[in-house]
């Protein structure tokens, strides 16, 4: 989920949905929250029952798990 639905490229200041940051992750609902409860990134609370995710802060825990390949 690395683009909205119209294709756009999402600015990584956006603000995901629980369940779209589980989809832009791949993980779980509650895979997500131990991920977070495990300091891997920070959440957005917006009212008591109301969590979102930065963007920014999911791609760079991404980043930091991907595998890179090295070219010769």
């Not at 683009?3 to 956006?14: F, H, Q």
């Not at 609902?29 to 999911?58: E, M």
């Amino acid at each position: 989920m690395h683009d909205d639905d119209t294709g756009a490229a999402l600015p990584s200041d956006r603000l995901l949905t629980t369940p779209k940051a589980c989809a832009y992750l791949n993980v779980s609902r509650q895979t997500l929250y131990r991920l977070h409860q495990a300091g891997h990134f920070p959440c957005v609370k917006i009212s008591a029952g109301l969590t979102n995710w930065r963007l920014s802060d999911l791609r760079a825990y991404a980043d930091s798990k991907t595998r890179r390949v090295r070219q010769e």
